[in-house]
C-alpha cells in the first residue's frame, strides 16, 4: 500500500489528502501550526474550482456556508454604479458560478472530509530531516519521531521550507507592490451584491457572505510592504477607506480596534518545472503564489490535490507522477499568475483603470474554464 507525507494543512494539502484517499492511498498530514486556524478572512471560489470540489465531494457543504454571487457591481468611489460584471458558470446550469465564504467555513469544510477519510493529521508538527532510501524517503519529525513513507507532498504555502532545501534553485516569492487590508463585519442593510469600488490607486472590495456577514478587503498602492506599528494600522485604515462612499462608511464606523484589521503585502512566484526532487512533490502556493485579482489562488490549490489524486489512481510511479503533474499544472498556474500580477501592476499606474483588464480578465477567464 502506498504511504504518503503531506507537509502543510493548508486547502493544498487537504485537497491532496482527500484525493488520495479517494484513490485508495493512505496519507497523513503534519501541520507545523498548534491550532490549524486558516488564514486570512474571506475567500472566494469561482466556478472552475468549485467543478474541483464536486470531484473532492464537498461541493454540497461549501454550498451551505457560502452566498452565491452572480454578478459583481463595479462602483465609483462615491458608490455610483457604472458596470455589472457577470460571473461564468462551467457547471451545472443551476450551479454559482462564484462563491463567497469565510475563510474558517472552507477550512472546516475541508478538515470535516479529510476527517471522514481517516486521514491522521498532526499539530504542531513538521519536517526537521529526509533522506531518499531508493523507492522511499525516511522522515524525521520535530518531534522527534520518524516514518518511512513513498513520497512526500510538500503544501506548505508562499514561505515553504522544503522549496529552498530540495529545489535550491528555486525563485522565492517577490513583493507585487500592493498590499491588502481585511476585515470582517456585518454588511449594512441594502448591500445584497458583492460591490467593488475604484477610488485611484485603491481598489475597494465588499462581499456580503452568509447570515449577514461581510468580507471587506481593499487593495492599497499607496504603502510599502512593511506592516505598520500597531498604534498606526487603525489609522491608516480609516484614511484610505475614508475615500470611499455608498456602503463604505457603515461598514468602517464597525472597524474600532487595530485587531479587527488584517494587513499583508502581496506576493508573487511561479517555480519553473520540475515541481519536484529527492520523492518530495511540490503543490499549492509552494509552486504557484498569486495575487488576488482573479480570486483563483485558494481554487489553483484545490486544483493541484484533485489532479494529484487522479494520478495516484493510474498507479503511476512517483517520477511519472510527478512528472505529469507538473505537465498538466504548471501552464494553468502561470496563467493565473501572470494575469493577477498583470492586473496589479496596471492598478499601480496612475490615471483610469487600463481599458485593457477587461479583456485580460475574459480571455483568462475563458481559459480557465477548460477542465483540469
Same mark, same amino acid.
Given at each position: ?164 532545501? @530540495?529545489?535550491? $534553485? =528555486? ?5 507585487? %507592490?500592493? &498590499?491588502?487590508?481585511?476585515? /470582517? !463585519? *456585518? ?106 485579482? @482573479?480570486?483563483? $489562488? =485558494? ?5 493541484? %490535490?484533485? &489532479?494529484?489524486?487522479?494520478? /495516484? !489512481? *493510474? ?58
Amino acid at each position: 500500500m502506498t504511504k504518503v507525507l503531506i507537509v502543510g494543512g493548508g486547502p493544498a494539502g487537504m485537497a491532496s489528502a482527500i484525493a488520495l484517499a479517494q484513490a485508495g492511498v493512505d496519507s497523513e498530514i503534519v501541520e507545523v501550526s498548534e491550532d490549524w486556524r486558516p488564514g486570512g478572512i474571506g475567500i472566494a471560489l469561482q466556478s472552475a474550482p468549485l467543478r474541483a470540489t464536486k470531484q473532492l465531494g464537498i461541493f454540497d457543504d461549501l454550498l451551505r456556508v457560502g452566498r452565491p454571487h452572480h454578478v459583481i457591481d463595479m462602483c465609483g468611489a462615491d458608490g455610483t454604479r457604472f458596470a455589472e460584471l457577470p460571473q461564468v458558470n462551467v457547471n451545472d446550469a443551476d450551479d454559482p458560478p462564484f462563491l463567497g465564504m469565510a475563510r474558517e467555513s472552507l477550512h472546516e469544510v475541508m478538515a470535516a472530509a479529510v476527517a471522514r477519510a481517516g486521514v491522521p493529521v498532526r499539530l504542531g508538527v513538521t519536517v526537521a530531516e529526509l533522506a531518499e532510501t531508493g523507492h522511499h524517503v525516511d522522515v524525521t519529525f520535530t518531534d522527534g519521531t520518524s516514518g518511512r513513507y513513498d513520497y512526500v507532498v510538500a503544501a506548505e504555502g508562499a514561505n515553504s521550507a522544503l522549496r529552498s532545501r @530540495i529545489l535550491p $534553485g =528555486a525563485p522565492a516569492p517577490s513583493f507585487a %507592490g500592493q &498590499v491588502i487590508w481585511r476585515a /470582517a !463585519a *456585518s454588511a449594512p442593510a441594502g448591500l445584497e451584491r458583492y460591490t467593488m469600488m475604484l477610488g485611484g490607486p485603491i481598489r475597494l472590495g465588499l462581499v456580503p457572505l452568509p447570515d449577514g456577514r461581510l468580507y471587506l478587503w481593499m487593495l492599497d498602492s499607496t504603502i510599502g510592504p512593511e506592516r505598520p506599528p500597531r498604534e498606526e494600522l487603525l489609522a491608516l485604515f480609516h484614511d484610505r477607506i475614508s475615500r470611499f462612499g455608498g456602503h463604505a462608511p457603515a461598514v468602517a464606523a464597525q472597524l474600532t480596534d487595530a485587531a479587527q484589521v488584517d494587513f499583508r503585502a502581496l506576493h508573487w512566484l511561479v517555480v519553473p518545472p520540475p515541481w519536484h526532487a529527492e520523492r518530495v512533490l511540490f503543490v499549492g502556493d509552494a509552486v504557484h503564489t498569486t495575487t488576488p485579482h @482573479i480570486a483563483f $489562488g =485558494a481554487g489553483l490549490a484545490i486544483e493541484d %490535490g484533485v &489532479v494529484l489524486g487522479e494520478l /495516484a !489512481a *493510474s498507479g503511476l510511479p512517483f517520477e511519472d507522477l510527478a512528472a505529469a503533474l507538473t505537465a498538466r499544472r504548471y501552464e494553468r498556474a502561470r496563467l493565473v499568475v501572470e494575469t493577477s500580477l498583470q492586473l496589479s501592476r496596471w492598478e499601480q499606474e496612475p490615471g483610469p483603470p487600463n481599458p485593457e483588464a477587461g479583456r485580460l480578465i475574459g480571455e483568462t477567464m475563458a481559459a480557465l474554464a477548460a477542465p483540469i
